[in-house]
């Protein structure tokens, strides 16, 4: 009979402690909060709170500036010197209706603005926020190249939409932000559609470079630097 009781009273600790860990889970499990906005031309983006700041989930693909200007197109079959030796606002696009467009850092810095009103392309600063709150140490939020743990996978499309399906770091998008495999445009005009990498611009300059973050198929964290204005890249929008 004793042997007995022990048993039911271990069994009861062991059930106890199931239900302890079930409710930390359930009291830390990430509640997503989502919305919508509309650009110039009528697009309607999916948007997603994470910690205090609200981001769009979807790549901008705007073809007119806020005034109703368009934007310069220079189409990916277009001659790379053209896209090179561009000195205005600019983007192109391979498949628009899943990645968007990508553009030149100067169209971003145009006067006439291509965010959603009440938007904003995010700066170098606003980024490291965003990295921070999805668990980046402050440590490595200052460092250049690859930082980081796992915060890449984090906001990486769980789908796989646009990801090859062999990646490493394929996505467990935590927060909703579903990162896409965008690719870029090199400041010379050609364009990487190997639909492995993701390239952000930030609103951020220094002279003829700017910052940028970057995901790889075949990494979980991070990449920081600055490069030419000329790159095309995605465009994510932070609300004011």
Known sequence: MKLRAKILKNTLVILLLFLVQACQKE????????????????????TVKIGDQWWMAENLKVKHYNNG?????????????????????AYCFFEDSIFGYLYNHMALEDSRKIAPKGWHVPSD????????????????IEALTWRG?????????????GWPQASIAYGSDLYGF??????????NGFTNVEKSTAFFWSS?????????????AQ??????????????????????
Request: aromatic share 8%.
């Open 27 to 46: 009291s830390n499990a990430i509640v997503i909060e989502k919305g919508t906005v509309s650009d110039v031309d009528g697009n309607s983006y999916q």
């Open 204 to 216: 951020s300059a220094e002279g003829n470079s700017a910052w940028y973050r970057y995901l790889d």
């Open 125 to 140: 600063a606003e980024w490291k926020t965003l990295e921070k709150t999805i668990g980046m140490q402050q440590n490595q």
């Open 69 to 89: 200007n368009s934007i310069f197109n220079i189409p990916i079959n277009e001659a790379d010197s053209v896209w090179e030796d561009c000195l205005i606002g």
């Open 149 to 161: 743990t796992d915060e890449a996978e984090k906001l990486m499309n769980k789908a796989l939409v």
């Open 178 to 187: 579903a990162a896409l495999a965008g690719g870029c445009r090199l400041h």
């Open 219 to 240: 990494k979980k964290n991070i990449f920081r630097q600055k490069t030419y204005r000329a790159y095309g890249m995605s465009i994510r929008c932070v609300k004011d």
